[in-house]
């Protein structure tokens, strides 16, 4: 990391188109050490299979929304490679980081934070996850069937409606679930996902606009006006996108046990780590 940021600032040309996914590849390798410094365990030491399964899951569930996003349109790539071979191992690499690099920053915020007490959990009033899986089916639907000049304004939906809609079908399947946390009472690792998905998301966005700053690959941002509270940015992202980014890491969480417990994971990978 250190290394890319020297070569960034002399000018250096690889780096420059490459800097994102160079960043999180360092930074995931940097966080997997210092996870096994501290537990004596870490996806790179003792889960390698897993982590395997766990960049090719990142993959597929960003393509997922790179698909919604032919619709909503609320972000575009820009100094990518133009050969399309060359482009294509670009998105995989930077899409292989996503998933590695939130659950690493979450699992180190959990460890600082998981030393206090357990609090109470409680009982999950019946008929609850049937509503949330009724309501997220809709907030994953509405914005794939309504104009674009609609949809641009409902990636919120997208972001918190697949938390709704999946939580529940991991409960019913024997993958873990945020609502079997909450009954559990296990708040860590639910607060150490919001705070790791926030972390990463001032991550993105600072090497996001180091790109950007450089005519590096880097994306852009087309949300509606009305969103731009005051014209206030992070980076390339307005300010209200950064409340994003801690759902987001929620998300990726379930989606991840999802696909995870449907190829069986608990015979083809092992007992989940995490």
């Given at each position: 990391m250190?290394?890319?940021?020297?070569?960034?600032?002399?000018?250096?040309?690889?780096v420059i188109t490459w800097f994102t996914p160079i960043m999180w590849t360092g930074y995931i390798l940097a966080a997997d050490g210092w996870l096994?410094?501290?537990?004596?365990?870490?996806w790179?030491?003792?889960?390698?299979?897993?982590?395997?399964?766990?960049?090719?899951a990142s993959v597929g569930i960003w393509v997922l929304f790179?698909?919604?996003?032919?619709?909503?349109?609320?972000?575009y790539y820009q100094s990518v490679p133009t050969r399309p071979a060359i482009?294509?191992?670009?998105?995989?690499?930077?899409?292989?980081?996503?998933?590695?690099?939130v659950f690493l920053t979450s699992q180190i915020v959990e460890d600082i934070i998981s030393r206090s007490e357990k609090t109470p959990g409680g009982q999950i009033v019946p008929g609850t996850r049937a509503f949330w899986f009724l309501m997220g089916l809709a907030?994953?639907?509405?914005?794939?069937?309504?104009?674009?000049?609609?949809?641009r304004y409902l990636f919120a939906s997208v972001w918190i409606g697949f938390i709704l809609f999946m939580d529940p079908?991991?409960?019913?399947?024997?993958?873990?679930?945020?609502?079997?946390?909450?009954?559990?009472?296990?708040?860590?690792?639910?607060?150490?996902?919001?705070?790791?998905?926030?972390?990463c998301g001032l991550l993105w966005e600072a090497w996001n606009f180091q790109a950007f700053v450089n005519d590096g690959g880097h994306w852009i941002y087309?949300?509606?006006?009305?969103?731009?509270?005051?014209?206030?940015?992070?980076?390339?992202?307005p300010a209200l996108g950064m409340l994003g980014f801690p759902p987001f890491a929620l998300e990726l969480y379930i989606m991840y046990h999802f696909f995870r417990q449907m190829i069986e994971g608990p015979r083809l990978i092992g007992p989940v780590y995490w």
């Open positions: 250190v290394s890319a940021e020297l070569l960034l600032l002399s000018g250096q040309r690889f096994f410094r501290r537990t004596r365990a870490s790179l030491t003792r889960h390698r299979k897993e982590f395997l399964f766990l960049i090719l790179e698909v919604y996003n032919f619709h909503l349109q609320n972000w482009r294509l191992v670009s998105y995989f690499w930077s899409f292989a980081t996503i998933i590695p690099g907030m994953v639907t509405v914005p794939l069937v309504v104009p674009v000049n609609i949809a079908i991991n409960e019913s399947i024997g993958a873990p679930s945020l609502s079997s946390m909450l009954e559990a009472g296990k708040w860590s690792k639910i607060t150490a996902l919001l705070l790791g998905g926030f972390l087309t949300v509606p006006e009305a969103l731009r509270i005051l014209g206030l940015h992070y980076g390339q992202m």
